[in-house]
């Protein structure tokens, strides 16, 4: 099993920036596509960012391009994603995922990720 545990969550005002970690344990040798997923209050889970292995692939969905960054450093075991411009649009509670399978472009978005963290709460004020 893989335990994903995901920090940098809080309230930041809009325009600001925030950076949330996660850090994988257990079978991290299976956390090969990693990637972050989002709900917002009476939304469904949307999928936010993802990145291979070897970080020389990442996705995006549409709306977070070009203001959020996903990497990642596998020797550490851990994920991050990186997000500027912040917008009241982006407030939800960010989930970090990670599958055993690999993946590239298009790819990342459509794998059925097998772990999940708990979440962290990330709110911008307008």
């Known amino acids: 099993q893989v335990q994903l545990v995901e920090s940098g969550g809080g309230l930041v005002q809009a325009g600001g920036s925030l950076r949330l970690s996660c850090a994988a344990s257990?079978?991290?040798?299976?956390?090969?596509?990693m990637g972050w997923f989002r709900q917002a209050p009476g939304k469904e889970r949307e999928f936010v960012a993802a990145i291979s292995w070897s970080g020389d692939s990442t996705y995006y969905t549409d709306s977070v391009k070009g203001r959020f960054t996903i990497s990642r450093d596998n020797a550490k075991n851990t994920v991050a994603l990186q997000m500027n411009a912040l917008k009241p649009a982006d407030t939800a509670v960010y989930y970090c995922?990670?599958?055993?399978?690999?993946?590239?472009?298009?790819?990342?978005?459509?794998?059925?990720?097998?772990?999940w963290g708990q979440g962290t709460q990330v709110t911008v004020s307008s």
């Open positions: 257990g079978r991290t040798r299976s956390t090969y596509a």
């Open positions: 995922t990670a599958d055993e399978k690999d993946c590239s472009g298009v790819g990342c978005y459509v794998i059925d990720y097998k772990y």
